[in-house]
């Protein structure tokens, strides 16, 4: 039996995609995936942390906007690149749709496809979770009654209401569920590598498959706040001026999202414990428990970027 070590707490994050889970280290990148054939293929991914950033733009709160920019980037590109390795893309017959605007295009097709997409998830979180809330309330308070400086807290309400509806709803679907089983594999495998145990699926295995530098906590935790801060926004403006105000906020919420997340991540005692309950409950949702051979292709993401000191992976 392999000696165990003592714990720490690692600044090591990932994130599931289609078949795989990319893990981000001190120093690199990496993602593995499972390919058709039953192999774990593994990939170095470029996240631009070689860029020399203008200093302002490390500055906390700041930070906290430029990383989130760049995590949605890095996990958009690292997803679809998944979806390549899984096979997903040789599954399917294209269309002929697809081969007429291939024929017409070119390759260019496909980044043209990735942008739109892009823009339409990014318009429909917008209406989602920014619009919709803040026109309900509106009807609320001009057809039933007016709840005065509740109003913000109403509409936070319905934001969090929303956002756990769509999870909901998304985890039924089974290929999503297996997304979901990843995300289950990479905290029980950086929860395993944190406690000093040897890397094994058996040994992740054991762990819970909660974490609370989650992402699914991260963005609760913006709910949580654009609540507070959206306080500051006359709820006797009309809706496109709310929903302008929302928009104009949301970096600063975002920014001081990130530095909560962050703070969760390097300290563990009550008061973290009770800011991380929210967000660990709600994985619930959105974690499944995985098997060994999704637990392999964790552990497999996080060894290639793991530091030889160990003391490079901790906050």
């Known amino acids: 039996?392999?000696?165990?070590?003592?714990?720490?707490?690692?600044?090591?994050?990932?994130?599931?995609?289609?078949?795989?889970?990319?893990?981000?280290?001190?120093?690199?990148?990496?993602?593995?995936?499972?390919?058709?054939?039953?192999?774990?293929?593994?990939?170095?991914?470029?996240?631009?942390?070689?860029?020399?950033?203008?200093?302002?733009?490390?500055?906390?709160?700041?930070?906290?906007?430029?990383?989130?920019?760049?995590?949605?980037?890095?996990?958009?590109?690292?997803?679809?690149?998944?979806?390549?390795?899984?096979?997903?893309?040789?599954?399917?017959?294209?269309?002929?749709?697809?081969?007429?605007?291939?024929?017409?295009?070119?390759?260019?097709?496909?980044?043209?496809?990735?942008?739109?997409?892009?823009?339409?998830?990014?318009?429909?979180?917008?209406?989602?979770?920014?619009?919709?809330p803040t026109w309900l309330v509106k009807l609320f308070n001009t057809y039933v009654f007016n709840l005065g400086v509740f109003t913000a807290a109403a509409e936070g309400i319905i934001k969090i209401a929303v956002f756990i509806a769509y999870i909901a709803l998304v985890a039924l679907m089974p290929d999503i569920r297996r997304v979901f089983a990843y995300h289950g594999a990479e905290h029980k495998t950086i929860a395993c590598y944190e406690a000093g145990d040897e890397l094994t699926a058996e040994n992740a295995a054991k762990y819970k498959r909660f974490h609370p530098r989650c992402g699914t906590s991260f963005i609760l935790i913006i709910l949580i706040l654009s609540i507070v801060l959206f306080l500051a926004v006359p709820a006797s403006l009309s809706v496109l001026w709310r929903f302008v105000l929302r928009i104009v906020l949301l970096p600063i919420t975002v920014g001081v999202g990130y530095e909560i997340i962050k703070f969760v991540g390097r300290h563990d005692n009550a008061f973290t414990r009770i800011i991380s309950a929210p967000g660990l409950w709600l994985q619930r949702l959105t974690t499944k428990e995985p098997d060994i051979d999704q637990l392999e292709v964790a552990i497999a993401s996080l060894k290639a970027v793991m530091p030889q000191n160990k003391d490079e992976a901790q906050w």
């Open 1 to 132: 039996m392999s000696e165990k070590k003592e714990g720490f707490r690692t600044s090591i994050g990932g994130q599931a995609l289609i078949e795989g889970v990319m893990m981000r280290g001190p120093l690199k990148t990496a993602m593995a995936v499972r390919t058709p054939d039953g192999e774990i293929t593994i990939e170095n991914v470029d996240d631009g942390r070689d860029k020399n950033f203008p200093k302002i733009l490390k500055l906390p709160v700041i930070r906290g906007v430029v990383n989130f920019v760049q995590t949605m980037i890095l996990g958009y590109k690292a997803t679809m690149r998944s979806a390549e390795l899984a096979g997903i893309d040789e599954a399917e017959e294209p269309s002929k749709m697809d081969k007429f605007l291939t024929e017409k295009l070119g390759e260019k097709v496909y980044a043209i496809i990735g942008v739109v997409a892009g823009i339409l998830g990014v318009a429909i979180a917008v209406a989602l979770f920014v619009f919709v």
